[in-house]
């Protein structure tokens, strides 16, 4: 069972304004893959005076501690995934941007010395491009 985002942050002890709140709980979810834009449409449901800097901003920072990974699923805009653990891969239709999680993780191939260029590996994202049964 995945943890929830909100409780993650407040676990260590992140200081949860009203909208940063609004955010995280608006992110957190099974399957979800939402874009900074997704998230701010459902943010200003909950919280109408919410800013779409503001929500880029805080979506940014989620990313940058580490509570939310940061996917460039598509080439065009970021997806934000606050399912941290288990790694998983996704599955993407480039038509319409559906993201379904892949639930095995089979670690992506090790690189020899010589294909690194001195860089320190920190994580790497596997996607599966493809067109969904709806777009077909
Ligand atoms: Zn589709
Ligand atoms: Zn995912």
Redesign the pocket.
Same mark, same amino acid.
């Given at each position: 069972m995945p943890s929830h985002l909100v409780d993650r942050l407040r676990k260590r002890g992140y200081r949860l304004t009203a909208q940063r709140r609004v955010v995280a709980e608006v992110l957190d979810g099974e399957n979800l893959h939402l874009t900074a834009d997704e998230v701010h449409k459902r943010a200003a449901v909950l919280l109408p005076e919410i800013s779409r800097a503001t929500v880029y901003n805080t979506v940014q920072q989620f990313a940058e501690i580490g509570e939310v990974l940061e996917l460039s699923l598509n080439g065009r805009s970021k997806h934000y995934d606050p399912n941290i653990h288990p790694a998983h891969h996704h599955l993407i @239709?480039d038509? @319409? =941007?559906?993201v379904y999680d892949v639930a095995h993780s089979i670690p992506a191939p090790p690189l020899d010395e010589s294909e690194l260029h001195e860089m320190v590996i920190e994580r790497t994202e596997i996607v599966y491009h493809g067109? #969904?049964a =709806? #777009?077909r």
């Open positions: @239709c038509h @319409c =941007g559906l067109t #969904c =709806g #777009c």
